[in-house]
T-cell receptor, first 114, second 110 residues
């Protein structure tokens, strides 16, 4: 149990386009979902915390208008990178929480912006 | 600024040896502590969690927590080449938000 999926697993897009990444908890309802970003040879940096039915909480320095998060149900959260630029190229990872100290990670989405 | 620090490595150990990974954290309010393993190009996978002072063992892995000294460590016994990965230390405070360290790259050579 406790499987989290992400789609797509990788995406290449042109500069200026928008990209949507889906995160799904497949066999449990997630009270909270988190979005992380990881640049090469760096650690995971939390971007935002998402609760179903409410606005996401963004970490300091993360542009909420650029990284749109929608948490429409207890099993689905989406991250949309708007007007993507090459510096947004990164590994985006979501996680879903089933309860305190029970956070499960998705497999990640590698975004490359040309 | 809550920080989690790890030696970036690489830490090289021979197969069969004990690998010792260390992590320090800045905030005494830290409540929960985690070790994740991350292979290149993959997302992290949880190895151990520890919440109270002392040792916690799970198979070849032992996590050690010392809240007074604000450090948490991971020991890997009988290291195998398949253990070669980056090990991430993470802590939480009053919420489920994970604060990650920069990771230590472990290399186990045959």
């Amino acid at each position: 149990g406790a499987v989290v999926s992400q789609h797509p697993s990788w995406v290449i897009c042109k500069s200026g386009t928008s990209v949507k990444i889906e995160c799904r908890s497949l066999d449990f309802q997630a009270t909270t979902m988190f979005w992380y970003r990881q640049f090469p040879k760096q650690s995971l940096m939390l971007m935002a915390t998402s609760n179903e039915g409410s606005k996401a909480t963004y970490e300091q320095g993360v542009e909420k208008d650029k990284f749109l998060i929608n948490h429409a149900s207890l099993t689905l959260s989406t991250l949309t990178v708007t007007s993507a630029h090459p510096e947004d190229s990164s590994f985006y990872i979501c996680s879903a929480s089933r309860g305190p100290n029970e956070q499960f990670f998705g497999p990640g989405t590698r975004l490359t912006v040309l | 600024q809550k920080e989690v620090e790890q030696n970036s490595g690489p830490l090289s150990v021979p197969e069969g040896a004990i690998a010792s990974l260390n992590c320090t954290y800045s905030d005494r309010g830290s409540q929960s502590f985690f070790w994740y393993r991350q292979y290149s190009g993959k997302s992290p996978e949880l190895i151990m969690s520890i919440y109270s002072n002392g040792d916690k063992e799970d198979g070849r892995f032992t996590a050690q927590l010392n809240k007074a000294s604000q450090y948490v460590s991971l020991l890997i016994r009988d290291s195998q080449p398949s253990d070669s990965a980056t090990y991430l230390c993470a802590v939480t405070y009053n919420t489920d938000k994970l604060i990650f360290g920069t990771g230590t790259r472990l290399q186990v050579f045959p």
